[in-house]
């Protein structure tokens, strides 16, 4: 749990580091302001993900029956909330920006918001299987997943700011919370966590029909 809460922040923050390292300070204000209103999203996730994680201690030492079903109905109601209102943001957010900031900024920033708001979107859906999986005592399995990603998502944020400015970086936050998703769902989709014994390896029967 340590690793994963001091490499976790360190990847939601360094491409705004890398932008004013290979491009400017200004440019960071273009990326920053779309960064913050898209993230604000993750509100719902995070707040969900706080009562899920007792619910799912819970369920997998009491009634392990119901951990499969409350999995997929978590699932879908981030889904239900979430993905409206990120399409909403990526479509209607550049208009936002231009009668808050003017169209000079607006038009600066036109291509971040739509990316960031697609990656806030599956980076919110991956709150569910992190809570699982953390719920079934093994921690371990997503700061492993951290220590794999970051110096990928280093090098890649790298890249793209500075072949594509903050369009890159946002596409490389937005790709790192892609894969961070895909691969916290197929943990909990392919580790059983019915399984009794704390050290033995978990996987999670119940998910496999999401």
């Given at each position: 749990m340590t690793v994963s809460n001091v490499v976790s922040p360190l990847m939601t923050y360094l491409d705004r580091f890398l932008i004013g390292a290979i491009l400017s300070v200004g440019a960071v204000a273009y990326y920053v302001t779309p960064f913050e209103m898209a993230t604000k999203l993750l509100l719902i996730p995070s707040a969900l993900a706080g009562v899920l994680f007792p619910a799912?201690?819970?369920a997998l030492v009491g009634d392990r029956a119901s951990a499969g079903a409350l999995y997929r109905r978590s699932l879908a109601v981030v889904v239900f909330i979430l993905l409206p209102l990120s399409l909403a943001m990526a479509a209607f957010g550049r208009l936002g920006l231009k009668l808050w900031l003017g169209p000079v900024f607006a038009n600066n920033t036109c291509h971040v918001l739509p990316i960031l708001s697609l990656g806030v979107f599956v980076n919110g859906l991956a709150?569910?299987?992190?809570?699982?999986i953390q719920a079934a005592a093994r921690p371990d399995l997503t700061a492993k997943l951290h220590l794999v990603e970051a110096p990928v998502f280093l090098a890649a944020c790298w890249y793209l700011t500075k072949r594509f400015g903050i369009d890159g970086a946002a596409l490389a936050w937005a790709t790192r919370a892609l894969v961070d998703a895909v691969a916290?769902?197929?943990l909990a989709r392919q580790w059983d966590f019915n399984v009794a014994p704390r050290?033995?390896?978990?996987?999670?029967?119940?998910?496999?029909?999401?």
């Open positions: 799912f201690s819970g709150g569910v299987p992190f809570a699982l916290l769902l197929l050290l033995a390896v978990p996987t999670f029967s119940g998910a496999r029909s999401s």
